[in-house]
């Protein structure tokens, strides 16, 4: 039964991808806030996610853990979520026939997990051919829906390719390959965020006149996708190492390790805008206070010692100040540090919400928090991509990437017209992705 706050997001992001719901703007100077952009971010929101609560249903499935079912209904609503989002861009009669051909292939996530676990070769090859079947299928829908715009052998190609990054994540999981398996898993997430792009353009330029002629792989589009990429990311890899922590699973050093990669991207990017030493300054703040504190929470729960909980949040609330006035310092006021450190302070009481959810057993909650500190991160990402280009409109200006621009893309790349993923596919998974790997919900 969706929730309040479900509903408000759903809500949010049918406004998002409905042109005529946005407000007009003023395009003499670069925004991230135009209609491409929001409709660029919202299938950033939906694919990412996605992608995360399928392969974290998987695992879990495959573990047998308790919160298995209230993690595929999680990816359930995320599908249902993404169905009115297909309406509002192309109507009901195509959202119908996009729901029709998800429902109709959404049994092989747990036949994958079924198949490792009892070592049934015909389940497994059962399972792929579903998954070939949906690629043929819905790589039709997609470049009829997009009027050729995406044709559906491209279409067709880079769906197999995202399918093939969560079922590597899980198969790697299964032979405790776990460096290898989260090392799919980042490549994966990433993926979602060319598709997004991808996407976004390809049906801007279908229909330009339903986003006011604005563009989804402007500069200032790519740099609000790479700070959603960037903050979504965290929040999926904490809840996920909290929660692996707790369980004291043995996968956990290698979340970590996913974690310690993340920061290291996180930092080339505030490089790339801000120097090396705004970056080392941002490690410091974020490691110490902050990545540190998260393992802290959880010896504090395993250990039931209220005292080192406390201590915990109280380092929390120090990283929210000190990466807070970090924000509005290295902004130049763009985006005021009382209002950051208030946004940065919001998500850790996220972060915690949803651990604490999952330490009381209350796994519904868990993963209400979890979506919610998700959807959360996307405003993040608007709001600090903003302050960031109107304090630095020369870079972000135009609808080519500019020669100087801030390289934001990951891993510090040292040439600019790769940054910001220049994948050139028509990667068209996302709308697939709200499809793929769907489990029935028991006794529906």
Do not use: C
Request: avoid cysteine; aromatic fraction near 10%; proline fraction near 3%.
């Amino acid at each position: 039964m969706k929730t309040a706050k479900r509903i408000l997001i759903t809500i949010m992001a049918i406004m998002l991808l409905t042109p005529s719901l946005a407000m007009a703007h003023d395009h003499s100077e670069p925004t991230t806030k135009t209609p491409a952009s929001d409709l660029r971010s919202t299938l950033d929101q939906l694919l990412s996610e996605h992608f995360a609560l399928a392969t974290t249903a998987m695992m879990k499935d495959y573990d047998d853990a308790e919160d298995a079912e209230q993690a595929y209904a999680a990816l359930d609503q995320n599908a249902m979520d993404m169905t009115p989002a297909v309406a509002s861009v192309y109507g009901d009669e195509a959202a119908a026939q996009f729901e029709e051909i998800f429902v109709n292939h959404n049994d092989y996530s747990p036949d994958f997990v079924e198949a490792a676990k009892s070592g049934d070769e015909a389940m497994r090859e059962e399972a792929e051919a579903e998954v070939d079947e949906f690629v043929e299928e819905f790589g039709e829908f997609l470049s009829t829906a997009t009027e050729g715009n995406l044709p559906a052998d491209a279409a067709k190609e880079v769906l197999a390719a995202h399918e093939e990054d969560v079922i590597s994540t899980f198969d790697h999981y299964v032979n405790e390959e776990y460096e290898e398996a989260y090392g799919a898993y980042r490549e994966g997430f990433h993926r979602m965020f060319d598709i997004s792009k991808a996407l976004s353009t390809a049906i801007t330029t279908q229909m330009p006149d339903q986003f006011e002629n604005t563009k989804a792989d402007t500069p200032a589009a790519d740099l609000r996708s790479t700070l959603n990429s960037l903050a979504s990311e965290h929040f999926a890899l904490a809840a996920l190492e909290m929660q692996k922590g707790y369980d004291q699973a043995s996968d956990y050093d290698f979340v970590t390790w996913a974690e310690n990669m993340h920061t290291e991207d996180f930092k080339a990017a505030i490089a790339s805008i801000y120097g090396d030493e705004g970056a080392a300054q941002f490690e410091k703040v974020w490691q110490q206070d902050h990545i540190n504190a998260q393992s802290d929470i959880i010896t504090a729960a395993l250990e039931e010692d209220e005292e080192a909980r406390m201590q915990a949040e109280e380092s929390l609330q120090m990283f929210a100040e000190e990466f807070g006035a970090f924000l509005g310092t290295s902004t130049e006021g763009n985006l005021p540090a009382e209002a950051a450190t208030e946004a940065v302070w919001q998500h850790e009481e996220q972060v915690l919400a949803t651990f604490d959810n999952y330490v009381a057993g209350d796994y519904e909650a868990a993963y209400e928090s979890y979506r919610e500190g998700y959807g959360f991160m996307f405003g993040i990402g608007e709001t600090l991509g903003e302050a960031i280009v109107t304090q630095m409109p020369d870079q972000f200006a135009g609808e080519e990437m500019p020669e100087e621009m801030p390289k934001t893309g990951f891993g510090g790349a040292t040439d600019a017209a790769s940054t910001t993923w220049m994948w050139v596919a028509f990667a068209v998974t996302a709308l697939a992705g709200a499809g793929f790997m769907i489990r029935k919900n028991a006794n529906q």
